[in-house]
């Protein structure tokens, strides 16, 4: 749990240091809204939900914290909470609003989300994450798929690799032709939740989904432990090697930017990633590609985007809140924010005509694998573990990522341990 009360020294601190001890304003109908969507992309998908709520009247206060994956974000929304100021809504995911709601800072989405049908709009699997103890509390916006490998097609024709490689071997026959050619094979950002979103694409392809679950959602160490867990190190260091110097500390945008400006073949990234390139006028199929990650076609790690809503005390703020969840579930909201994001609509039964071939597979891929199994919750993005084991793991994988003597037996050891944190 989030242990808020220990949480205020270190939070007071920060928030004298950063100068944001100063309280909001309330004014009537406003809803402030704690984001991290500050890409090219991510900024075109926010700024319609913003324009739909003022065109509902409600004043939109934007509350942007950079960062991507969502970690700084977290951090600042702490504060807030601890400070008695929270916002209208966060974007807060899996887990953790679970973790949230127990605090008792979660406002009650009852009202909304009987009269919009809600339990009858979205797939179970993600109502349920949406409720604490059978009360909806947050609000879903999309479902993003994290085991996608983006290519640039250019590339790919000037290196001689024809069509996307399907397996772990596939594609570093075609990185060595990347290479060979004078350019980057991967790009990647090298910050930990990206070598964290590499891992588990991965481990998804090298062990499979019955191996994932086992190893990254259950955290059995017996498969944390196991050979297959061996072999996903050692795939994991190869593909490290076809990464750049420059790659530490790099944005996850910029890399995505070098397979839009042909320096680089391939980024393995969630489809936030496609509203990059979509974002920058590139058209899928012709200027960029879009596969499953080597080995994971009949999988889907799942990331749902979800806003948390915070009990306030204004009662315009309250209503206008509301609206937004309203607005949130709505079509089009669904529709238009996720053309732009990159993920596909997360409540049921929507209209895909206007939807590119990467969303339409998206799509397809996300009912299939709910009948087979293969759809399974992303470890990366907040959505298999609870926040303290995730950040544990999180960390042992970027050491064996940024340190090339930590040894395959050390790397698997150290993310088994760290697999114990509670
Ligand atoms: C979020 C996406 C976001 C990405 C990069 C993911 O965890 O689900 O909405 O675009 O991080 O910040």
Not at 55 to 62: I, L, N, Q
Not at 275 to 298: H, I, Q, R, S, Y
Request: charged share 20%.
């Amino acid at each position: 749990m989030l242990k808020l009360s220990k949480l205020t020294t270190a939070v007071a601190l920060v928030m004298a240091g950063a100068g944001m001890g100063a309280s909001v304003s309330a004014i009537a109908g406003e809803v402030e809204v704690l984001h991290f969507w500050t890409s090219g992309g991510e900024a075109k998908s926010v700024a319609e939900l913003k324009r739909i709520m003022q065109a509902k009247g409600h004043v939109w206060k934007d509350f942007a914290v950079a960062g991507g994956g969502g970690d700084n974000a977290a951090t600042v929304l702490k504060s807030r909470v601890v400070s008695g100021n929270p916002p209208a809504a966060a974007q807060i995911k899996g887990p953790a609003i679970q973790e949230w709601a127990y605090e008792g800072v979660l406002a009650n989405l009852d009202s909304v989300a009987k009269a919009e049908n809600w339990d009858a709009l979205l797939p179970k699997v993600v109502a349920d994450v949406m409720k604490y103890k059978g009360t909806y509390v947050a609000v879903p916006v999309n479902v993003h798929r994290v085991n996608w490998m983006w290519a640039n097609a250019a590339v790919l024709k000037k290196a001689g690799v024809t069509g996307m490689p399907k397996t772990w071997d596939e594609f570093f026959v075609a990185a060595d032709k990347v290479k060979k050619a004078g350019l980057i094979a991967v790009a990647h950002g090298g910050q930990n939740w990206q070598d964290f979103t590499t891992f588990e694409s991965v481990v998804l392809g090298v062990g499979g989904t019955k191996f994932y679950n086992d190893a990254l959602v259950k955290l059995d160490q017996k498969a944390l432990n196991s050979d297959t867990m061996k072999k996903s190190l050692e795939t994991l260091r190869k593909v490290k090697s076809y990464t750049d110097a420059a790659s530490p500390g790099r944005d996850w945008n910029l890399a995505t930017a070098m397979v839009m400006q042909e320096k680089a073949a391939f980024q393995f990234m969630g489809d936030w990633a496609k509203g990059e390139f979509l974002a920058a006028g590139k058209v899928p199929g012709k200027d960029f590609l879009c596969a499953a990650a080597p080995g994971t076609a009949n999988a889907f790690t799942f990331n749902v985007d979800s806003f948390a809503m915070f009990k306030l005390k204004n009662t315009e703020n309250q209503k206008a809140q509301g609206d937004l969840a309203a607005t949130i579930m709505g079509t089009e909201f669904q529709e238009v924010f996720n053309l732009n994001k990159g993920s596909i609509p997360v409540r049921l039964n929507m209209n895909m005509a206007k939807f590119d071939d990467c969303a339409k597979l998206s799509a397809k891929d996300f009912v299939e694998t709910a009948k087979t199994g293969g759809l399974v919750p992303s470890i990366a993005h907040n959505m298999a573990i609870r926040s303290s084991t995730e950040g544990a793991i999180k960390d042992a994988v970027s050491q064996f990522w940024n340190d090339d003597k930590i040894s395959i037996a050390d790397g698997v050891k150290n993310i088994a341990k760290a697999a114990t944190t509670k």
